[in-house]
Nanobody, 126 residues
Framework: QVQLVESGGGLVQTGGSLRLSCAASGRPFSMLAMGWFRQVAGKEREFVATINWSGDSTYYADSVKGRFTISRDNAKNTVYLQMSSLKPEDTAVYYC???????????????????WGQGTQVTVSP
């Protein structure tokens, strides 16, 4: 069993940066692909980025490509989302999630992710 806890959210101005962290407990973390999703109240959860178990393969949504970077440190059981050049439309609750696959989570819908964190709020002011 894996438990995920996100942190690092907050309020930032347009153009600013934040780094989200997702700390995992449980041995299988290094075997999981990890993903970041985001959700605005009243809207569907949106894929943001994913990384494979070893950290050498990543995939991003077009809306964040070139601005966000996903990474992981398996020794620390942590996955990160470095967010730069933030825009008001990036405002959402951000969730990390774990997926049982040997590759990235590219193409996998959120329903296929087994483990989820509680989310962290990111607010980008105009």
């Amino acid at each position: 069993q894996v438990q995920l806890v996100e942190s690092g959210g907050g309020l930032v101005q347009t153009g600013g940066s934040l780094r989200l962290s997702c700390a995992a407990s449980g041995r299988p973390f290094s075997m999981l692909a990890m993903g970041w999703f985001r959700q605005v109240a009243g809207k569907e959860r949106e894929f943001v980025a994913t990384i494979n178990w070893s950290g050498d393969s990543t995939y991003y949504a077009d809306s964040v490509k070139g601005r966000f970077t996903i990474s992981r440190d398996n020794a620390k059981n942590t996955v990160y989302l470095q967010m730069s050049s933030l825009k008001p439309e990036d405002t959402a609750v951000y969730y990390c999630a774990g997926l049982w696959t040997g590759r990235t989570g590219r193409g996998n819908p959120s329903e296929e992710y087994t483990y989820w964190g509680q989310g962290t709020q990111v607010t980008v002011s105009p």
